[in-house]
């Protein structure tokens, strides 16, 4: 059995690590080099102790098995069921939480007395041939077999296949015959041959938590796949199986007895992935009626399913059937019987605490087990009578009967609606027949209502007034928000008929229930939404707000929730309703308007995470609307035979996928899940938030009393009919609604004709969340409906020449009835579906080409490049572009620069790559008047006013950031205190993403296209700092192309961009759906990363975005293409959309405060202290205020020209200047360096929350300075320019500050006020730790921490917890033009975008004449190319533009006009100005400037071997991407001419950390974060890692009883090794030469940062040496040579010694043993393993190309065994044997538990020692995963029986310690272990 807490593997070069296990087989799969962005997977992890992460746990299920028991109205008995399979488990698993583990000292294994010997081991030959030569080697748990492997390069072994077929060479005719592979019984050396098409060699490996083997690489073909062998007789390596992390589960269908998980989306299920289930073969008649099963999640988490008339309960977790319940008499339930069923509500106590909820459900009606073949097969037809009861059955107790009760009349093809008040509305049917076409007769038209209540007592049948609509076979139903029912469907014809017995039915209807009588409308309330929490967490306390008539009593008071069904045959799969406990009625918050605190449901057993109504009901009257709720703890789907289970939800979609059979075995996935309550399981959590919210409470009171209430119009039942009384449902378990009194009514309901024609008959109906609108649909293989399409394209209809062009699907809403078609493909006859957590219906299977699809429907209503900046007087300068690295000032409107006017600038011909990567260069004005410009991967300081570089920066790393590189940036926050005087206020860059610099030259230029994945680094700067240094931060995911949004509160969003590529046409892939969050701290040391939720439109090259004044992000633009594509792999995007950030969670909607503009000042002077009015709901804490300015962008390929964000100082508080208002007292920014002049939005913040508005402000002193336009290159395609100058102008031509206009009201004025008085120094390089190594036996230093701020920060910003990420909304279906350049003008909040006018051509037409005169053409362009939005209207006003603005620049003049400057061909260099109104056009200026500017940047001033990476092994049947692998750059500085650092040596600490050896160095990676915490002193005396080939392993782990220390100390030993040239020496040079090998070992504790290495010796040198630790501790080492290297024969000298290193904690008394020799020399490619019975088998030895036997050392195929010292069968009194049965083997973090031994005599506990070993992969010296650990003893009890006694032990804490899975657990006495140890299973 695997653990059920499963990790996965990292692959650290050749190492496998536990992190977060899903199941791995599959070939071929790519490795290469990727940022660590590319894995997708760890935000999915849960935390696990000081570092690492555990995955998703999966519980067993806790209920024993009872043979049935019967009881209630019928009681019926099944005899002998005995006990299912499986029932063996605990009760709840719980998840591993972190633990801090931590080290003491001081205890150690010197206390275990052992025997004296002089027994120095023996040898025994074992297996003369073992096949093959075991280069890699490892022991499987539970089979007890040695599998040994080496590689299919050889084409050759000593043993043969026992038959084809034979492995085809790839690239040759060749076959190869031969064996590479084996499985030994370690017992009898029996051996079977496995069969491997991949090639192995030098391949990595590890057990997962099911024990299988997952070995990963090798060589060729091999490289990049994953190979799986499980545990079994006659397993082999799998190929491919496709699991998903989270997934529905589809149960039955026709001629498939299976059930399968649906894969994630755009894979694709194969056999294996199917699980047969012979439940459903057992239940099958002649006839079936065993289709669409009923299944339900039972709140103990266990799945039950009903088919035919047998019932089980399944685990989900093991796939075993744990209960059967007595068989249910009297016919067939399921189709075609078609009875239908129903979960009953579950009712929920506040403050619930009950470990199991009871849970019921109600199945009605069906028919006789032949009723089908009667009415189907039969002539004449025979339409038997249907069933007349009902059953009910608690499926959370083992003893449950059936309880029958009797409808009023028979049924079958009916539907159950559960209502809002918990009752069951029984629908449609007929009374005689079966399923099927023309199989029924007499329609059964009068609903009934069951009214329910808990214990069953008093439940009864009630008849309601009848339809005139006969609906029975396809017909179906939706609860709908206003607690009306939604009816439709019925056809009982194969196709549309009009003149049948029973026509299709097109026609719809709604049904008014007994609750809706017309007398009882007072009753209703209403759901106060903006007031209510709609989205809530398990167990937490949340309120909804109610508004209605009169005093409202709290008894009468019932609060449901229900999840909307997927309808067709009568099944509805997923309903569900829970009644929520009431934990607080708070009366008269406002007048008639009341508060209710629920508690949701504790877990996702109880209520499946996702989207829910909420009902209030009033006297058993359902409030007027429901209100839409949705769980946060989301998790996925399962879908379940043809019910839809929530688990961990990826999205699905994708047609055509295989189903079939496959045996339970091949089931990989299940393990992968994790346990949410008592037995299902539950994804990863998305946050967590124990912040409660309360409603608030006011006054006022209002009484309604009413009389005589009468009877209702309508009423045709007869006179003695009871009253309708709303249910009085009640539990024994001490809760019940009993006490909601209720109105009394004879009303029964009444019809209405809804819709005259739906146009499709409603075979499947569900009702979609938050749109209230209900999809309908049939069946594609009809043909036919009776509605068309709205117009081509119709449908092929596969193998014919036809089109269908008739509607099969449709969207109706349920208001008014309007009708949307929706198109189909594939056949969805008698699908399944179920709402994924994001309200989107997921519908799985149908007919023929859709048997095996799976289809989603999303919830909609449609489902020149420069660089400008401007300076703090308002001039502009623009910098680059593509063939000028010059800059120059943009002239005075209406004036032209000349060639003196511009400015030489080398540092853009330096920072020239081949392909550019200096376009669109960074450039930021300083708060010290300086200008910051980054271009590739330099960064200077320039000096604006002597145009003077003044400091240089140190290079970042990692690639090129500019375009064509296209990384991002920003400036962050610039964070001012009240009353200003520092001198130099800090001013930061944060710079992320972009590619490598030949990332341009691969995607464009190389053919076919390469597209490297992009940076994952961001890097910090404090550019006001000349000594600043780099601080590196990892982002989640690869990002180029990308957007950087500086947001209100200071964080900045980065969203948009693709992983990898680069800019260019078609030159990017995977677009990065998922924005990222940087939470923005001064310091940087509380920075961190969030992942938010994904737009589904890829947005990457030409993306923009614009900071919207009520805090969300406008985005738009995107075009790979050369024009306007529809067709192309990344369509041209016309679309915009709107994000709603973090803070724009509805639950923080309370602080959001408004700004009173009247009351405000928002025209300020540098200095100047004003004041802003504000108005919110409450007390104001200052402390929780923040007020920030924000110059708005002006936004294109990334980079975000003058994007600024200044928090300013607030000066004073008012509070309550008037009722709830108050004033804040600010002062503006000193000077235009740290805000230029101009327009700024002014967001004030409360609790972290922006503000409903911004305000514009003016920032005021004269105009603005724009700098010259700066041009980065970036795009590689070259396009022919106009004349232009091209000349070059002295630095003293430059006219400059002084010869500009100065007269304010104009374009641009002034002076620089601004020089640096700091001396240029040469660059300093530096990053964000800083670790320094000693020389050996020095202390190494700890990782520096980053400077610290001034004095000021926003560390004091309280913020309010949420774990709202994001929301996305399509604004705009097209927006016209693809948004290239963007930026929101301010006053007119409209967004301006515009392209170029290259493209001729557009998505939207200028709207009348004159059209462009396309220069030297007779062409005219009629489109536009640039357009106003309004933000809030969408809006479009198109503008003309003459000139092209292809890769132009731009920035707001102080007057708030945008400033463009460069562009393309004509518009190079031309100026152009727009200004504020609703008429205003472009005015251009062409030739304005005197050199083109294209990609140039504006600013405003203010005066495994080749493969140094890893990657995380993806989920089984997954491949990786270039995105998946993470660079290391300690493999690269590790490596030697000759490498030396391959197959390092990696541990999990016990702190959770991962400490890395390479070559001679060593460093602690924190595996979250992904960054080196510490780097360990140097070892010295030459290389360790392959070739030099020493070995390593982890010294054990020791334990105390009750263990409490923070940190358990842990320690590597490395032993052996070579000089660093040794495989230079025998392998490169003629004649060879062997260098002897190392004969040190080296010890160190890694969990102590101030740790040194011990060095000792050994009694000989040895290289290429393995390393077993033993049960005892102690260490053998074994194999190797002691000259040479690895390699070809590169090694001389066998060490066919053993040496035993005696373990001590503090290595005090530790000592090497030389033990007996072998006769047989094992140096490269020999293996080992410990063994059950503590011998060791030893294997392995080939240094030759091949399988050669006269060569010098032969190919080795002999294996041995090795008896250590502590086999002396002198000893063998002290040999305890373990009694497995009477032992625990299944153990959770932290438990106690007992394992029983029986020996001979007294044992002396001080003598006895418990160890745990965890069997490594062996190969090339390294031992992976090789952990032994010394369990503390609690107890010993002596003599339980006679020689028998009891030791009570305690587990390890936690997973850092011991990685859940398979161990071997021996017990040792006087230092000699048992005589076996005994498989044990770590659990969480």
Same mark, same amino acid.
């Given at each position: 059995m695997a653990s059920l807490v499963s990790r996965g593997i990292i692959i650290l070069p050749l190492l496998f690590v536990y992190v977060n296990g899903e199941h791995f087989l599959y070939p071929k799969r790519h490795v290469g080099k990727a940022e660590l962005a590319g894995y997708k997977g760890p935000d999915s992890l849960a935390v696990d102790g000081g570092g690492f992460y555990s995955g998703p746990l999966i519980a067993d299920d806790d209920g024993s098995t009872a043979g049935g028991n019967a009881g209630g109205t019928t009681e019926v008995t099944v005899e002998n069921l005995g006990k299912a399979d499986g029932d063996n488990t605990n009760g709840n698993t719980n998840s591993v939480e972190s633990t801090q583990v931590a080290a003491k000292n001081g205890i150690s294994n010197e206390n275990i007395v052992e025997a004296k010997t002089t027994f120095k081991g023996s040898w025994e030959l074992f297996i003369e041939n073992a096949g093959v030569s075991a280069m890699h080697l490892i022991l499987l748990p539970k089979i007890n077999q040695a599998l040994m492997f080496d590689a299919t390069v050889w084409k050759i072994s000593k043993m043969k296949l026992p038959g084809p077929p034979c492995r085809h060479v790839e690239g040759t005719n060749e076959e190869d015959c031969y064996v590479h592979s084996i499985l030994m019984d $370690?017992?009898?050396?029996?051996?079977?041959?496995?069969?491997?098409?991949?090639?192995?060699? #030098?391949?990595?490996?590890?057990?997962?938590?099911?024990?299988?083997?997952?070995?990963?690489?090798?060589?060729?073909?091999? =490289?990049?796949?994953?190979?799986?062998?499980?545990?079994?007789?006659?397993?082999?390596?799998?190929?491919?199986?496709?699991?998903?992390?989270?997934?529905?589960?589809?149960?039955?269908?026709?001629?498939?007895?299976?059930?399968?998980?649906?894969?994630?989306?755009?894979?694709?299920?194969?056999?294996?992935?199917?699980?047969?289930?012979?439940?459903?073969?057992?239940?099958?008649?002649?006839?079936?009626?065993?289709?669409?099963?009923?299944?339900?999640? =039972?709140?103990?988490?266990?799945?039950?399913?009903?088919?035919?008339?047998?019932?089980?309960?399944?685990?989900p977790n093991t796939h075993k059937i744990i209960h059967e319940f007595p068989v249910l008499p009297n016919g067939a339930r399921n189709y075609p019987a078609s009875g239908s069923a129903c979960l009953l509500p579950i009712m929920l106590k506040p403050n619930e605490d009950r470990r199991v909820i009871p849970a019921e459900v109600l199945i009605c009606g069906g028919a006789s087990h032949d009723a089908y073949a009667k009415a189907d097969l039969q002539r004449p037809k025979v339409f038997l009578p249907g069933n007349t009861d009902c059953a009910r059955l608690d499926i959370t107790k083992r003893n449950g009967k059936w309880k029958i009760i009797n409808m009023p009349s028979a049924r079958l093809l009916e539907d159950m609606v559960v209502l809002p008040t918990g009752d069951v509305l029984l629908v449609n049917g007929a009374k005689t027949g079966s399923a099927g076409w023309d199989d029924a007769r007499e329609p059964n038209f009068n609903p009934v209502l069951y009214k329910f209540q808990t214990d069953g007592t008093g439940s009864k049948f009630i008849v309601l007034n009848p339809s005139n609509i006969p609906r029975m076979y396809h017909s179906s139903f939706a609860l709908l928000p206003d607690a009306k029912i939604l009816i439709a469907g019925s056809n009982t014809n194969p196709g549309y008929l009009d003149d049948a017995l029973?026509?299709?039915?097109?026609?719809?209807?709604?049904?008014?229930?007994?609750?809706?009588?017309?007398?009882?409308?007072?009753?209703?309330?209403?759901?106060?939404?903006?007031?209510?929490?709609?989205?809530?967490?398990?167990?937490?306390?949340?309120?909804?707000?109610?508004?209605? !008539? /009169?005093?409202?009593?709290?008894?009468?008071?019932?609060?449901?929730?229900?999840?909307?069904?997927?309808?067709?045959?009568?099944?509805?799969?997923?309903?569900?309703?829970?009644?929520?406990?009431?934990?607080?009625?708070?009366?008269?918050?406002?007048?008639?308007?009341?508060?209710?605190?629920?508690?949701?449901?504790?877990?996702?057993?109880?209520?499946?995470?996702?989207?829910?109504?909420?009902?209030?009901?009033?006297?058993?009257?359902? #409030?007027?609307?429901?209100?839409?709720?949705?769980?946060?703890?989301?998790?996925?789907?399962?879908?379940?035979?043809?019910?839809? $289970?929530?688990?961990?939800?990826?999205?699905?979609?994708?047609?055509?996928?295989?189903?079939?059979?496959?045996?339970?075995?091949?089931?990989?996935?299940?393990?992968?899940?994790? $346990?949410?309550?008592?037995?299902?399981?539950?994804?990863?959590?998305?946050?967590?938030?124990?912040?409660?919210?309360?409603?608030?409470?006011?006054? /006022?009171?209002?009484?309604?009393?009413? *009389? !005589?209430?009468?009877?209702?119009?309508?009423?045709?039942?007869?006179?003695?009919?009871?009253?309708?009384?709303?249910?009085?449902?009640?539990?024994?378990?001490?809760?019940?609604?009993?006490?909601?009194?209720?109105?009394?009514?004879?009303?029964?309901?009444?019809?209405?004709?809804?819709?005259?024609?739906?146009?499709?008959?409603?075979?499947?109906?569900?009702?979609?969340?938050?749109? @209230?609108?209900?999809?309908?649909?049939?069946?594609?293989?009809?043909?036919?409906?009776?509605?068309?399409?709205?117009?081509?394209? #119709?449908?092929?209809?596969?193998?014919? !020449?036809?089109?269908? &062009?008739?509607?099969?699907?449709?969207?109706?809403d349920v208001e008014t009835g309007k009708i949307r078609p929706l198109r189909l493909n594939y056949d969805t006859w008698c699908s399944s579906g179920a709402l994924d957590i994001n309200g989107r219906l997921v519908s799985t299977g149908g007919y023929n080409n859709g048997s095996d699809t799976v289809r989603i429907l999303d919830l909609c209503d449609t489902c020149g490049y420069a660089t400008q900046v401007t300076l703090g007087n308002g001039r502009f300068m623009v910098f680059g572009g593509r063939d000028f690295p010059t800059y120059e000032f943009v002239p005075p409107q209406g004036q032209k620069n000349t060639l003196k006017d511009v400015v030489d600038f080398n540092f853009l011909m330096e920072t020239h790559d081949p392909v550019e990567n200096n376009l669109y260069p960074f450039v930021y004005l300083s708060t010290d008047g300086n200008v910051f410009i980054f271009a590739n991967n330099r960064s200077v300081l320039l000096n604006p006013n002597t145009q003077t570089i003044i400091h240089e920066f140190p290079v970042l790393p990692n690639g090129a950031r500019n375009y064509p590189a296209s990384g991002s940036a920003c400036l962050l926050p610039i964070m001012l205190k009240p009353n200003e005087d520092r001198r130099v206020i800090p001013a930061e860059v944060l710079i992320c993403g972009g590619a490598s610099h030949d990332a341009y030259a691969k995607a464009d230029l190389q053919r076919p296209k390469v597209f490297l994945p992009g940076n994952t680094d961001c890097a910090r700067l404090d550019i006001t700092k000349r000594n600043g240094k780099w601080k590196i931060i990892n982002m989640p995911s690869a990002r180029l192309l990308g957007d950087m949004v500086v947001l209100p509160t200071g964080d900045v969003l980065i969203v948009n961009g693709a992983k990898t590529g680069s800019a260019g046409w078609d030159d990017a892939r995977e677009p990065n759906l998922n924005p990222v969050l940087y939470k923005f701290q001064t310091d940087g040391t509380g920075s961190k990363f969030t992942v938010l939720n994904p737009s589904n439109i890829p947005r990457m090259y030409h993306s923009s975005f614009a900071l919207l004044p009520?805090?969300?992000?406008?985005?738009?633009?995107?075009?790979? @293409?050369?024009?306007?594509?529809?067709?192309?792999?990344?369509?041209?995007?016309?679309?915009?959309?709107?994000?709603?950030?973090?803070?724009?969670?509805? !639950?923080?909607?309370?602080?959001? %405060?408004?700004?009173?503009?009247?009351?405000?000042?928002?025209? $300020?002077?540098?200095?100047?202290?004003?004041?802003?009015?504000?108005?919110?709901?409450?007390?104001?804490?200052? %402390?929780?205020?923040?007020?920030?300015?924000?110059?708005?962008?002006?936004?294109?390929?990334?980079?975000?020209?003058?994007?600024?964000?200044?928090?300013?100082?607030?000066?004073?508080?008012?509070?309550?200047?008037?009722?709830?208002?108050?004033?804040?007292?600010?002062?503006?920014?000193?000077?235009?360096?740290?805000?230029?002049?101009?327009?700024?939005?002014?967001?004030?913040?409360?609790?972290g929350v922006p503000c409903r508005q911004s305000m514009w402000m003016g920032l005021f002193w004269r105009v603005l300075l724009v700098l010259p336009l700066f041009f980065a290159y970036v795009n590689c395609e070259y396009f022919t320019y106009p004349s232009r100058h091209t000349g070059k102008a002295e630095l003293a031509g430059f006219k400059g500050p002084d010869s500009l206009a100065t007269d304010g009201g104009g374009f641009f004025s002034g002076p620089l006020v601004v020089n640096d008085d700091v001396t240029a120094t040469a660059g300093n390089q530096g990053g964000t730790t800083e670790v320094t190594v000693g020389k050996p036996g020095d202390d190494t230093l700890d990782a520096s921490l980053v400077d610290g701020n001034d004095g000021i920060g926003n560390a004091n910003m309280i913020e309010a917890a949420t774990t709202f990420k994001g929301s996305w909304e399509l604004f705009l279906e097209n927006g016209g033009v693809s948004a290239m350049h963007l930026i929101?003008?301010?006053?007119?909040? %409209?967004?301006?975008?515009?392209?170029?006018?290259?493209?001729?051509?557009?998505?939207?037409?200028?709207?009348?004449?004159? #059209?462009?005169?396309?220069?030297?053409?007779?062409? *005219?362009?009629?489109?536009?190319?640039?357009?106003?939005?309004?933000?809030?209207?969408?809006?479009?006003?198109?503008?003309?533009?003459?000139?092209?603005?292809? &890769?132009?620049?731009?920035?707001?003049?102080?007057?708030?006009?945008?400033? =463009?400057?460069?562009?393309?061909?004509? /518009?190079?260099?031309?100026?152009?100005?727009?200004?504020?109104?609703?008429?205003?056009?472009?005015? *251009?200026?062409?030739?304005?400037?005197?050199?083109?500017?294209?990609?140039?940047?504006?600013?405003?001033?203010?005066?495994?071997?080749?493969?140094?990476?890893?990657?995380?092994?993806?989920?089984?049947?997954?491949?990786?991407?270039? %995105?998946?692998?993470?660079?290391?750059?300690?493999?690269?500085?590790?490596?030697?001419?000759?490498?030396?650092?391959?197959?390092?040596?990696?541990?999990?600490?016990?702190?959770?950390?991962v400490f890395i050896f390479a070559n001679n160095r060593s460093v602690l990676l924190n595996p979250k974060t992904h960054n080196i915490i510490h780097e360990f002193p140097m070892l010295p005396n030459g290389a360790r890692n392959y070739p030099a080939s020493g070995s390593a392993c982890l010294l054990p782990i020791i334990l105390k009883p009750n263990e409490d220390r923070r940190v358990i100390p842990a320690e590597i030993l490395i032993c052996g090794g070579a000089p660093h040239d040794a495989y230079e020496k025998a392998d490169l040079q003629r004649p060879k030469v062997f260098l002897p090998g190392s004969s040190d070992c080296a010890r160190l504790d890694f969990t102590k940062r101030n740790s040194k290495w011990k060095i000792l010796n050994m009694p000989s040198a040895r290289l290429l040496g393995d390393m077993a630790v033993l049960p005892t501790g102690d260490v053998l080492i074994v194999n190797g040579a002691k000259t040479g290297s690895a390699g070809w024969d590169d090694a001389r000298e066998p060490n066919l010694n053993p040496v035993l290193y005696k373990f001590k904690t503090d290595g005090t008394g530790s000592k090497f043993t030389v033990l007996n020799p072998s006769n047989i020399p094992r140096m490269y490619h020999s293996s080992f393993a410990v063994l059950p019975d503590a011998k060791i088998l030893i294997a392995g030895s080939n240094t030759n190309p091949g399988y050669l036997d006269d060569a010098l050392f032969p190919t080795e195929v002999r294996v041995e065994k090795f008896s250590p010292h502590y086999l002396d069968p002198n000893l063998a009194m002290f040999r305890q044997e373990i009694i497995a049965e009477k032992s625990n083997n299944q153990l959770k973090y932290g438990q106690k538990f007992t394992v029983q031994i029986r020996g001979n005599g007294v044992i002396d506990q001080q003598k006895l020692q418990v160890t745990i070993y965890s069997p490594p992969f062996v190969t090339h010296g390294i031992c992976m995963n090789q952990r032994l650990i010394q369990l503390g003893i609690l107890e010993f009890n002596k003599d339980v029986a006679p020689n028998t006694n009891n030791i009570v032990l305690q587990a390890p804490m936690n997973g850092n310690i011991a990685q859940p899975g398979y161990y071997m657990l021996f017990v040792n006495y006087n230092g000699v272990p048992c005589l076996r140890s005994m498989w044990v299973q770590i659990l969480p």
């Amino acid at each position: 059995m695997a653990s059920l807490v499963s990790r996965g593997i990292i692959i650290l070069p050749l190492l496998f690590v536990y992190v977060n296990g899903e199941h791995f087989l599959y070939p071929k799969r790519h490795v290469g080099k990727a940022e660590l962005a590319g894995y997708k997977g760890p935000d999915s992890l849960a935390v696990d102790g000081g570092g690492f992460y555990s995955g998703p746990l999966i519980a067993d299920d806790d209920g024993s098995t009872a043979g049935g028991n019967a009881g209630g109205t019928t009681e019926v008995t099944v005899e002998n069921l005995g006990k299912a399979d499986g029932d063996n488990t605990n009760g709840n698993t719980n998840s591993v939480e972190s633990t801090q583990v931590a080290a003491k000292n001081g205890i150690s294994n010197e206390n275990i007395v052992e025997a004296k010997t002089t027994f120095k081991g023996s040898w025994e030959l074992f297996i003369e041939n073992a096949g093959v030569s075991a280069m890699h080697l490892i022991l499987l748990p539970k089979i007890n077999q040695a599998l040994m492997f080496d590689a299919t390069v050889w084409k050759i072994s000593k043993m043969k296949l026992p038959g084809p077929p034979c492995r085809h060479v790839e690239g040759t005719n060749e076959e190869d015959c031969y064996v590479h592979s084996i499985l030994m019984d $370690v017992e009898t050396g029996k051996i079977r041959p496995l069969r491997l098409n991949y090639d192995t060699w #030098c391949s990595s490996g590890a057990l997962d938590i099911n024990g299988r083997l997952v070995s990963t690489g090798g060589y060729n073909n091999g =490289s990049d796949t994953v190979r799986i062998l499980d545990l079994c007789d006659t397993c082999e390596y799998a190929t491919q199986v496709t699991l998903g992390d989270g997934r529905f589960m589809v149960f039955g269908g026709r001629d498939f007895p299976t059930y399968e998980y649906v894969p994630p989306q755009g894979q694709k299920n194969t056999l294996k992935d199917v699980i047969d289930f012979n439940f459903l073969v057992e239940t099958h008649d002649p006839v079936e009626n065993n289709l669409y099963p009923f299944v339900y999640l =039972s709140t103990d988490g266990n799945l039950f399913i009903f088919a035919n008339n047998r019932s089980v309960l399944l685990n989900p977790n093991t796939h075993k059937i744990i209960h059967e319940f007595p068989v249910l008499p009297n016919g067939a339930r399921n189709y075609p019987a078609s009875g239908s069923a129903c979960l009953l509500p579950i009712m929920l106590k506040p403050n619930e605490d009950r470990r199991v909820i009871p849970a019921e459900v109600l199945i009605c009606g069906g028919a006789s087990h032949d009723a089908y073949a009667k009415a189907d097969l039969q002539r004449p037809k025979v339409f038997l009578p249907g069933n007349t009861d009902c059953a009910r059955l608690d499926i959370t107790k083992r003893n449950g009967k059936w309880k029958i009760i009797n409808m009023p009349s028979a049924r079958l093809l009916e539907d159950m609606v559960v209502l809002p008040t918990g009752d069951v509305l029984l629908v449609n049917g007929a009374k005689t027949g079966s399923a099927g076409w023309d199989d029924a007769r007499e329609p059964n038209f009068n609903p009934v209502l069951y009214k329910f209540q808990t214990d069953g007592t008093g439940s009864k049948f009630i008849v309601l007034n009848p339809s005139n609509i006969p609906r029975m076979y396809h017909s179906s139903f939706a609860l709908l928000p206003d607690a009306k029912i939604l009816i439709a469907g019925s056809n009982t014809n194969p196709g549309y008929l009009d003149d049948a017995l029973f026509p299709t039915e097109v026609r719809v209807e709604k049904f008014s229930p007994h609750y809706l009588d017309p007398n009882l409308v007072m009753f209703r309330q209403e759901i106060v939404v903006d007031n209510s929490n709609n989205k809530v967490k398990y167990g937490q306390k949340f309120t909804v707000q109610i508004r209605g !008539n /009169g005093e409202i009593d709290q008894e009468k008071l019932q609060v449901t929730i229900y999840s909307p069904p997927f309808v067709t045959h009568g099944i509805s799969m997923n309903q569900r309703l829970i009644q929520l406990g009431i934990v607080e009625f708070n009366k008269n918050v406002t007048q008639n308007t009341n508060n209710i605190i629920l508690q949701a449901p504790m877990n996702g057993n109880i209520a499946p995470p996702g989207y829910y109504m909420l009902f209030v009901n009033y006297n058993g009257v359902p #409030c007027r609307q429901s209100m839409w709720m949705a769980s946060l703890f989301s998790r996925g789907i399962i879908i379940l035979p043809l019910l839809f $289970v929530y688990v961990n939800g990826e999205h699905f979609l994708y047609p055509k996928r295989h189903v079939g059979k496959a045996e339970l075995a091949g089931y990989k996935g299940p393990d992968s899940f994790a $346990v949410d309550g008592g037995g299902f399981y539950s994804g990863p959590l998305i946050a967590d938030d124990d912040g409660s919210t309360a409603g608030g409470n006011a006054g /006022g009171t209002t009484e309604v009393k009413l *009389e !005589n209430l009468g009877k209702a119009g309508g009423d045709n039942t007869n006179s003695n009919a009871n009253s309708v009384e709303s249910a009085q449902v009640a539990a024994k378990n001490g809760i019940s609604n009993e006490n909601i009194v209720e109105a009394k009514t004879t009303f029964k309901g009444s019809w209405e004709l809804f819709v005259e024609n739906a146009g499709v008959s409603a075979m499947h109906l569900i009702l979609l969340p938050k749109i @209230n609108q209900a999809l309908m649909f049939d069946a594609t293989v009809w043909k036919i409906s009776k509605m068309k399409l709205p117009g081509p394209p #119709c449908r092929h209809i596969e193998g014919t !020449n036809e089109e269908d &062009c008739y509607v099969h699907s449709i969207l109706m809403d349920v208001e008014t009835g309007k009708i949307r078609p929706l198109r189909l493909n594939y056949d969805t006859w008698c699908s399944s579906g179920a709402l994924d957590i994001n309200g989107r219906l997921v519908s799985t299977g149908g007919y023929n080409n859709g048997s095996d699809t799976v289809r989603i429907l999303d919830l909609c209503d449609t489902c020149g490049y420069a660089t400008q900046v401007t300076l703090g007087n308002g001039r502009f300068m623009v910098f680059g572009g593509r063939d000028f690295p010059t800059y120059e000032f943009v002239p005075p409107q209406g004036q032209k620069n000349t060639l003196k006017d511009v400015v030489d600038f080398n540092f853009l011909m330096e920072t020239h790559d081949p392909v550019e990567n200096n376009l669109y260069p960074f450039v930021y004005l300083s708060t010290d008047g300086n200008v910051f410009i980054f271009a590739n991967n330099r960064s200077v300081l320039l000096n604006p006013n002597t145009q003077t570089i003044i400091h240089e920066f140190p290079v970042l790393p990692n690639g090129a950031r500019n375009y064509p590189a296209s990384g991002s940036a920003c400036l962050l926050p610039i964070m001012l205190k009240p009353n200003e005087d520092r001198r130099v206020i800090p001013a930061e860059v944060l710079i992320c993403g972009g590619a490598s610099h030949d990332a341009y030259a691969k995607a464009d230029l190389q053919r076919p296209k390469v597209f490297l994945p992009g940076n994952t680094d961001c890097a910090r700067l404090d550019i006001t700092k000349r000594n600043g240094k780099w601080k590196i931060i990892n982002m989640p995911s690869a990002r180029l192309l990308g957007d950087m949004v500086v947001l209100p509160t200071g964080d900045v969003l980065i969203v948009n961009g693709a992983k990898t590529g680069s800019a260019g046409w078609d030159d990017a892939r995977e677009p990065n759906l998922n924005p990222v969050l940087y939470k923005f701290q001064t310091d940087g040391t509380g920075s961190k990363f969030t992942v938010l939720n994904p737009s589904n439109i890829p947005r990457m090259y030409h993306s923009s975005f614009a900071l919207l004044p009520d805090a969300k992000i406008l985005i738009a633009g995107s075009n790979t @293409n050369p024009g306007y594509l529809d067709d192309a792999l990344f369509p041209t995007e016309v679309r915009v959309e709107k994000f709603s950030p973090h803070y724009l969670d509805p !639950n923080l909607a309370m602080f959001r %405060q408004e700004i009173i503009v009247e009351k405000s000042n928002n025209q $300020v002077k540098y200095g100047q202290k004003f004041t802003v009015q504000i108005r919110g709901n409450g007390e104001i804490d200052q %402390q929780k205020l923040q007020v920030t300015v924000y110059s708005p962008p002006f936004v294109t390929h990334g980079i975000s020209m003058n994007q600024r964000l200044i928090q300013l100082g607030i000066v004073e508080f008012n509070k309550n200047v008037a009722p709830n208002t108050n004033n804040i007292v600010l002062q503006a920014p000193m000077n235009g360096n740290i805000a230029p002049l101009g327009y700024y939005m002014l967001f004030i913040n409360y609790n972290g929350v922006p503000c409903r508005q911004s305000m514009w402000m003016g920032l005021f002193w004269r105009v603005l300075l724009v700098l010259p336009l700066f041009f980065a290159y970036v795009n590689c395609e070259y396009f022919t320019y106009p004349s232009r100058h091209t000349g070059k102008a002295e630095l003293a031509g430059f006219k400059g500050p002084d010869s500009l206009a100065t007269d304010g009201g104009g374009f641009f004025s002034g002076p620089l006020v601004v020089n640096d008085d700091v001396t240029a120094t040469a660059g300093n390089q530096g990053g964000t730790t800083e670790v320094t190594v000693g020389k050996p036996g020095d202390d190494t230093l700890d990782a520096s921490l980053v400077d610290g701020n001034d004095g000021i920060g926003n560390a004091n910003m309280i913020e309010a917890a949420t774990t709202f990420k994001g929301s996305w909304e399509l604004f705009l279906e097209n927006g016209g033009v693809s948004a290239m350049h963007l930026i929101l003008l301010p006053k007119i909040n %409209q967004a301006l975008m515009f392209d170029a006018t290259v493209w001729k051509i557009s998505k939207i037409k200028l709207p009348g004449p004159p #059209c462009r005169h396309v220069e030297g053409t007779n062409e *005219e362009d009629c489109f536009a190319h640039s357009v106003l939005m309004d933000i809030d209207t969408g809006k479009l006003r198109p503008l003309r533009l003459n000139y092209d603005t292809w &890769c132009s620049s731009g920035g707001l003049d102080i007057n708030g006009r945008l400033v =463009s400057t460069g562009g393309y061909n004509n /518009g190079s260099d031309t100026v152009r100005i727009l200004d504020l109104c609703d008429t205003c056009e472009w005015k *251009e200026y062409p030739g304005a400037l005197a050199n083109g500017r294209w990609y140039a940047t504006q600013v405003t001033l203010g005066d495994g071997r080749d493969f140094p990476t890893y990657e995380f092994v993806p989920p089984e049947g997954k491949k990786n991407t270039h %995105q998946d692998v993470v660079d290391f750059k300690f493999l690269v500085e590790t490596h030697d001419p000759v490498e030396n650092n391959l197959y390092p040596f990696v541990y999990l600490s016990t702190d959770g950390n991962v400490f890395i050896f390479a070559n001679n160095r060593s460093v602690l990676l924190n595996p979250k974060t992904h960054n080196i915490i510490h780097e360990f002193p140097m070892l010295p005396n030459g290389a360790r890692n392959y070739p030099a080939s020493g070995s390593a392993c982890l010294l054990p782990i020791i334990l105390k009883p009750n263990e409490d220390r923070r940190v358990i100390p842990a320690e590597i030993l490395i032993c052996g090794g070579a000089p660093h040239d040794a495989y230079e020496k025998a392998d490169l040079q003629r004649p060879k030469v062997f260098l002897p090998g190392s004969s040190d070992c080296a010890r160190l504790d890694f969990t102590k940062r101030n740790s040194k290495w011990k060095i000792l010796n050994m009694p000989s040198a040895r290289l290429l040496g393995d390393m077993a630790v033993l049960p005892t501790g102690d260490v053998l080492i074994v194999n190797g040579a002691k000259t040479g290297s690895a390699g070809w024969d590169d090694a001389r000298e066998p060490n066919l010694n053993p040496v035993l290193y005696k373990f001590k904690t503090d290595g005090t008394g530790s000592k090497f043993t030389v033990l007996n020799p072998s006769n047989i020399p094992r140096m490269y490619h020999s293996s080992f393993a410990v063994l059950p019975d503590a011998k060791i088998l030893i294997a392995g030895s080939n240094t030759n190309p091949g399988y050669l036997d006269d060569a010098l050392f032969p190919t080795e195929v002999r294996v041995e065994k090795f008896s250590p010292h502590y086999l002396d069968p002198n000893l063998a009194m002290f040999r305890q044997e373990i009694i497995a049965e009477k032992s625990n083997n299944q153990l959770k973090y932290g438990q106690k538990f007992t394992v029983q031994i029986r020996g001979n005599g007294v044992i002396d506990q001080q003598k006895l020692q418990v160890t745990i070993y965890s069997p490594p992969f062996v190969t090339h010296g390294i031992c992976m995963n090789q952990r032994l650990i010394q369990l503390g003893i609690l107890e010993f009890n002596k003599d339980v029986a006679p020689n028998t006694n009891n030791i009570v032990l305690q587990a390890p804490m936690n997973g850092n310690i011991a990685q859940p899975g398979y161990y071997m657990l021996f017990v040792n006495y006087n230092g000699v272990p048992c005589l076996r140890s005994m498989w044990v299973q770590i659990l969480p």
